[in-house]
């Protein structure tokens, strides 16, 4: 969840982060070419660590070095609020914007959606901060021992430091050695360290830097004593020399003391002997870590601020400058300490709070609102510390910095907490990403009190926050039917959204619930309507990205595809936004698959799933992993890739958590599905009882209706009927009840498909006619648990039955589906190979008997009576002259049937005459020119044998063969089933006469008609021939049992038509003709 930022960060709060990010200007200072060199050396390594104690000179080092090199630098410096590596990366975009200007798209922001994957959020910035450095260039973090050593932030610098390149390195100046984080660096030489060895003033060194604070005394004497006593320690050299100038030093005093002790001594004897009024100046700023003229006048009442300070400066007096748009000043870490020390025992309680508190609130005013925070806490001015919450928590949301945030409320009394209802409600806000229900309880809480106060923004806003905590939780969704009624409850009793913005979210949020838990609400399509317009009139691309997405789940999940479809173009131009943030991105091509995948787009759906995958990869945002995986499992098996559906569904199953409800029934639903497909009856068995049960929990009616179906799917095949039926009608329940058209049309296709295999013909076709009508308005080619041997038997019912005949053959030919029969000879290939189940065989047996020469298939030929060939539905034309040899093998790969010839028998049938190699070569090139000039996928060769593939080719001579033989088979049936009573076979006989019928309108003439044909053609014409002699005996003394002599009569015209030899033919037209009073014409 994510809170909107109302308004632009102030002027003066970009002025105060410009402190952090600029680097001191320093005074004269004396050059030390020894270090220049040595950190010369160091940066062909990629950091450079500076460490030593306090005071010992590494900043200025590093600051004159840099101007001596004149080398570009990124300067950072680091703080405790660091801690917080929300706010080092906003920080490090400023920086990064200072540091190149042109560059107009921002570096990315640690928000919640990154959380998941810190470390590749860090390399990828780094990355990219690089990407924007001009080389050679150098990145400063100063006072890096500011975060804590314990702190996760060491672990994310050493990754982002850890792919620094060529020319560009970075220095580290810190107290303190690299932290444990940094061995690894520090091991593989990729860390020069500067430590206090190196840092040690020289001799010379300490010479040359008395001399400038001496203003060139050439007391050398004096200096080397100073040197010594301070053992190279450049502050106590520095304040030494300030007070040598100023008085006389009794060595013997100084003997005992430490180095730092020196300094607090010197600093005593300094401090006392200034002037009251800049004592007093200096006490009074010491509580501000960066100050500026305005607010120390301000603060301290002391017109002569800004000459005060840089005078400071100018005299090298522990106090730094830094200019960029503001000037601001900052004291000398140890020198500040020394002045809080001493404020502290100079001030009163009450004078140090109101110091404090003076202090907290001109830094508020002039934007420094972290620096305002902790005087606040300090001074324990609650009310205004509040104040400054709730002033600034949505931007602090908006920059990631969550933790920020939730630090200072929780520095608040507990008991202030909890009466105040905003506070409550931000707190929500920040623990959102780390635990839903602890979330979800604060904005209950926040509701109750914003309800007694009646706060309609506090009521709408935690309502909303109720809503998608409960939804994007692990369980408790039940819960949320409350929640939706008590937003009913709110808008009857006159309750009005205070803003276009607050109301987008309550509506979002409303349709979220309802499309999840209550589609059939009685006000379900006002909440759309509403969500429509809004998303239509806004200009506002967050308030339109969340809407979308909900109205495309809704859209997906109703099974209305025009509406997702309008819906998918918005989010798609989105997408391809410069500026869309890669969270927009991810989820974008994650509604991108579901949406492909539903449109059997397998090829889009595996695109924006990779795409998907590698955003993710590449910027550390993997909450939708599980879910682009879903749709890669989806995708592939739509395709019929089982091996890299199998892939897909491991990685799923990696980072599935069962303690979720919804990825649980996800993972399991399609587990199922995926069994089911390999003919793992028992695993499918499991896998779907646990999808419904992780349904039932979420209570997710979507969802439970899919598993119902699926599970039904599963009893059916094991033969456990009645079981199924009762899923299948819960599954339809729900889904009428949603309004979801698109389970419905899963849902009949089932029914049919199992009334199909139980032989129950006439329902099926009623559940048949519903679903394609269904499919048809709705333009559905995918639905849940697709499996194409059951789509295929059940489109060519539809197709035997006339049922959406123009939807049926399109969608045959979107989803590249085979002939049954072709399935039932050749498999399904890319299935593994296990035994059938019962219903299976049922079904296989129930649309073996179908009439497919509808079916739309890719190629068809024609040979009886005739030679001619159609692709895709129009006539096959040849460029330039007709292939004769190709034609012939082609032709004689028809007189084999299905079961094909090897390379043996087709060189003896075409190239009788030639020897072995001949034969064989004229056998290979005839082969590939064939089968480039009809396809490939039509003429197979496996195994040394060729012939043509029944599941893309359609022969006439073969489709009447079936047809008789199915006749023949279905009158067979009825005589053993009969047991000679004739009322037994009559209901069976209208099924063979219309097989009968079919088969003879198929045949239209000889085989290749009055074509010469080769002597290897003519077996295959006379078997042909003596076929449909025996069809036309089989009808005509059906007809003549029955008296239908008309009948009889046009049976033997068609036969005569065909074959004007026969002389049987001859014969029963004759005696039809007697029987009907006609006179013969023959």
């Known amino acids: 969840m994510r809170e909107r930022n109302g308004h632009r960060e102030t002027a003066t709060a970009a002025h105060s982060a410009i402190a952090k990010i600029t680097r001191p200007r320093l005074p004269r200072v004396f050059r030390r070419e020894r270090l220049f060199s040595l950190l010369d050396h160091d940066r062909e390594l990629p950091v450079t660590w500076v460490s030593g104690p306090a005071g010992s000179g590494k900043t200025t080092l590093v600051c004159d070095y840099l101007d001596a090199r004149n080398l570009p630098c990124l300067w950072y410096q680091m703080d405790e609020r660091d801690e917080d590596i929300a706010t080092f990366f906003y920080y490090m975009g400023l920086a990064a914007k200072k540091a190149a200007p042109r560059i107009k798209r921002p570096l990315p922001l640690l928000t919640p959606e990154y959380r998941a994957g810190i470390p590749t959020f860090t390399q990828r910035y780094f990355e990219n901060l ?93 200096i080397s004593w100073m040197h010594d006593k301070v053992h190279g320690w450049a502050a106590g050299l520095i304040l030494l020399s300030k007070f040598i100038k100023r008085h006389a030093v009794d060595p013997q005093a100084l003997t005992a003391l430490a180095p730092e002790q020196v300094f607090d001594y010197f600093a005593n004897e300094l401090f006392d002997r200034d002037e009251e009024g800049i004592r007093d100046f200096l006490l009074k700023t010491s509580f501000l870590p960066r100050i500026t003229p305005l607010v120390a006048e301000r603060l301290t009442a002391n017109k002569a601020a800004a000459k005060i300070l840089a005078d400071l400066n100018r005299r090298n007096y522990f106090t730094e400058k830094r200019l960029d748009r503001e000037l601001s000043y900052q004291y000398h870490p140890i020198f500040r300490e020394f002045l809080i020390s001493r404020a502290n025992k100079v001030f009163s309680a009450a004078a140090l709070t109101g110091l404090h508190l003076t202090g907290a609130r001109l830094l508020e005013e002039a934007g420094q609102i972290e620096d305002a925070a902790a005087l606040f806490v300090k001074a324990e001015s609650w009310a205004d510390l509040v104040k400054l919450i709730l002033s600034h928590a949505r931007t602090l949301i908006t920059q990631g910095r969550d933790r920020t945030l939730e630090e200072w409320i929780d520095c608040i009394p507990p008991g202030l907490i909890s009466h105040n209802g905003w506070l409550l409600y931000w707190k929500g806000i920040c623990r959102f990403v780390y635990g839903q229900l602890e979330s979800r309880q604060y904005f209950e809480r926040a509701f109750d009190l914003f309800r007694t106060q009646s706060d309609a923004a506090g009521i709408f806003l935690s309502w909303s926050g109720v809503i998608e905590t409960t939804l994007l939780g692990k369980r408790e969704y039940i819960s949320a039917d409350r929640w939706i009624s008590i937003l009913d409850d709110l808008l009857r009793e006159g309750y009005r959204f205070p803003s276009r913005e607050i109301e987008a979210r309550v509506v979002g949020s409303m349709l979220f ?101 590698e955003l993710g990869e590449n910027t550390g945002i993997r909450q939708w992993d599980s879910h682009l995986y879903s749709m890669a499992v989806s995708g592939y098996m739509g395709a019929g890739d089982y091996e890299h559906a199998e892939e897909y569904l491991r990685k799923m199953g990696a980072v599935m958590n069962d303690a979720c409800c919804l990825d649980a029934c996800m993972y399991y639903e399609i587990a199922a599905w995926f069994s089911l497909m390999q003919r793992d009856i028992a695993r499918a068995t499991v896998y779907a009882e646990k999808a419904l049960l992780f349904a039932l929990e979420a209570g997710m009616p979507m969802y439970i209706g899919i598993c119902h179906c699926a599970i039904a799917q599963v009893l059916h095949e094991q033969g456990e009927h ?87 053959r399109h969608l045959i030919r979107k989803r590249g589906l085979n002939p049954p029969d072709a399935i039932a000879e050749c498999g399904e290939p890319s299935i593994r190979s296990r035994a059938g189940s019962t219903a299976e065989l049922n079904s296989k047996s129930a649309i073996r008997n179908l009439k497919l020469d509808n079916w739309p298939w890719p190629f068809r030929i024609y040979t009886l009576g005739r030679f001619a060939m159609e692709r895709d539905g129009g006539p096959f034309r040849f460029e330039g002259r007709e292939p004769r040899k190709l034609l012939a093998l ?48 039509i003429i197979r060769y496996k195994a040394g044998i060729v012939s043509l593939d029944p599941r893309f080719c359609w022969v006439d001579a073969w489709a009447f063969e079936r047809m008789l033989a199915s006749a023949e088979l279905e009158m067979r049936n009825a005589e053993l089933k009969s047991e000679g009573k004739q009322s037994s076979v009559s209901n069976q006989q209208s099924t063979i006469l219309q097989r009968l019928e079919k088969a003879l309108h198929l045949y239209h003439g000889d085989f290749l008609g009055e074509e010469a044909v080769a002597p290897w053609a003519f077996p295959y014409r006379e078997h042909l021939r003596i076929r449909l002699h025996k069809c036309v005996r089989k009808l005509g003394a059906f007809h003549e049992s029955e008296g239908n002599w008309k009948a009889s009569l046009e049976l033997y015209e068609h036969g005569l038509a065909v074959d004007d030899l026969s002389e049987e033919f001859t014969q029963q037209y004759l005696i039809c003709c007697k029987e009907l009073g006609l006179r013969s014409e023959g």
């Not at 314990?150 to 100046?173: C, D, K, Q």
């Not at 819960?730 to 029914?751: H, P, Q, T």
């Not at 082969?927 to 396809?935: D, H, I, N, P, S």
Request: glycine share 6%; charged share 25%.
């Open 890 to 937: 082609l032709k004689l790969l028809i007189t084999a049937g299905e079961k094909g010839l090897n390379e043996y028998q087709t060189s003896d049938a075409l190239w009788p005459h030639a020897d072995g190699d001949a034969a064989r070569s004229a056998f290979t090139t005839t082969l590939q020119r064939l089968r480039k000039l009809v396809g490939e996928n």
């Open 722 to 808: 009645k079981k199924a039926a009762s899923h299948l009608t819960r599954s339809l329940d729900v889904c009428k009840a949603m309004g979801s058209r698109i389970i419905e049309f899963m849902a009949l296709l089932c029914r049919a498909y199992f009334s199909l295999a139980r032989g129950e013909e006439s329902a099926s076709l009623i559940s048949l006619r519903k679903a394609m009508a269904l499919g048809r308005d709705q333009g559905y080619l995918n639905t849940f648990w697709w499996r194409p041997e059951v789509m295929s038997q059940l489109c060519a019912k539809a197709l035997d039955a006339g049922i959406e005949v123009a939807y049926v």
């Open 513 to 613: 619930a309802l499309t999840l838990r209550q589609p059939h609400h009685r006000d379900m399509k006002q909440w759309l309507e509403r969500a429509l317009k809004i998303a239509r009139q806004t200009v506002d691309r967050e308030i339109k990205s969340f809407l979308d997405a909900y109205l495309e789940m809704y859209y997906l999940s109703v099974g209305d595809h025009a509406g997702a479809e309008a819906i998918m173009k918005s989010i798609e131009r989105r997408m391809s936004f410069p500026d869309a943030s890669p969270l927009a991105r991810i989820a974008g091509r994650m509604m991108a698959a579901v949406y492909y995948v539903r449109m059997a787009d397998h090829q889009r759906c595996m695109q924006v799933v990779r795409e998907g995958l």
């Open 130 to 222: 690089c990407s924007r450095l001009k080389p050679p260039y150098l990145i400063v973090f100063d006072n890096y021992q500011e975060v804590p050593s314990h702190s996760p932030f060491h672990e994310l610098i050493r990754t982002g430091l850890s792919v620094l390149p060529e020319n560009i390195s970075a220095i580290v100046i810190s107290r303190s050695e690299p932290p444990l984080a940094f061995t690894g660096m520090l091991a593989g030489n990729k860390i020069a360290p500067v430590g206090w060895d190196e840092l040690r003033l020289t001799a010379e060194e300490s010479r040359g830097i008395a001399s400038l604070h001496l203003e060139g005394s050439r007391n050398w004497e004096a």
